[in-house]
């Protein structure tokens, strides 16, 4: 490990307890929230999916690129904190028995598992309308403007033509709706919209709360494309190598479900090499904002190194 | 039928037809939606859920009170169809196996039953972020600070102490998570998240569109309040009286599962008489605004003497 890694781990940890710290907030019983009093199985499968875990790097994204534009404080974390639940409400959903059928997640039962079918859609449902909430909430940016701007990034990163209809296309990829040969450019755009869209936004956010002129958030936003893209051939290396131990979940699942993945069609060498063109394509993106970005150009390479 | 109601029906439908116009339109192969297409089984699942039926009551609500303030055009359309998306998100998701599990809803196979599990999932997700994504769109209001105030107002009436919240609290009045004996005061509380929630947010939405000020939107919100409870306990007689053909569903469900309504603690006669305290509330919360508001109070008298 080079000291710059364990430099760039040390914040990422840290960034990640202000993370939990956030969300066990906006989850707490004790919280506002109109007249109503929160039901209390509903709010526990919710905080079961949301608390306790993960790397919180989306969050982290959009908390550096706001630096990088000198915004600091509460906003940045609230806005992170907010494209969490969406992530997280994915995870739920994705888990469910209809979709991948997963028992683990981050090495504890699914949301479906440790409650039932029913509790765990409610909870994915509920954790999605609590992002928009919390995105549109006065607390998190005093200009509506910039408030409605985030809703609507997030809207758009998440919904029929992102994350969502990434899901559906990879489902459909399985061959569950009869059969589908997709070649490189098409499991790109799957994987641009499954998880590209959200990891985009994440720093995309940051350049919002900053108030970044449109070059600055357009180069930002291109950083974003390419560690989306870095993360998705990443995760498809580790899918075929990591041991399920590891992961905390079931590996090899796109193998047994027949399901084309970029490592196959690129080779596991051939996929390396393409992580490597990311990195310098974010690299690249990043180049106008000097010493000021070195956190984000650390990211994508975590990003492409990381093990779980 | 008095002249009245023939003339309120004629306008719901007039209503309902442009409401409709707008979500083909929302929900078009051809609409812009960042660069992604857009997956065809998902968007075919949505446009099922989303078209071609419903009396579009929540829009019509939104319309009417917006005109009451002087606010007409786009603006209440988009923002009441966005209410519409996100009621139909509700009703793909409850009608679900592990939830309702019905195999109707307005005479035609539910999202799953037409399409798969899975799909109904991706479907009524992607339908609740179109919601939100209509409503921080530009296009809906020129204020930003006024789409931010919509967008909370939806998130709040629809997340964890709202609409999903009171479905959670109906799954457990099934008994499914342990034995639950309510009072009329959960009853009604459940009841105000489940469905009172939405159809409230739906008249305060026409309030914010048109920039009612406070003491107006706390009147129009107790006219929503009423109107919202008296629509369940209308609900409640429908579920006990009427017959499947005509509900276009599968009728006395709630006793099926042993579910206590209001119509169980109070009578027939007695839910009937409560129906019109609700109907005299909902009048008095409008009293203020004279002749103008006659659309309003037809509307609660439409929804307690509704046959379907």
Redesign the interface.
Known sequence: MTPSTSTFSARLNQTAKLVEATLEALLADNAR??E????A???AA?RHAALGGGKRLRPFLTIEAARLFGSEGQGALRAGSAVELLHCYSLV?DD?P??DDDDLRRGRPTVHRAY????A??A???L???A??V????ETDAD??L???L??GL??A?????M??G???D??AEG??GSVAMDEAEIR?LQ??KTG?ILTFSVEAGAILGRADASARRSVVEYGRALGAAFQVADDILDREASAEALGKRTGKDREKGKATLVDLLGLEGAKRECGRLVEQADAALAGFGEKAQILREAVRFVVEREV
């Open positions: 929230h109109g109503a009093a929160r039901p199985r509903l709010m919710m959903h469910l209809s979709m039932d079918e029913a509790t859609i409610l994915g449902d509920a999605q309308t609590l928009f909430e995105l549109a909430s006065p509506p403007a408030r409605s701007d809703v609507l809207a758009r998440s919904g029929l033509g992102g969502v209809g899901q559906m296309l489902l459909s569950r709706y755009r641009m919209m869209a």
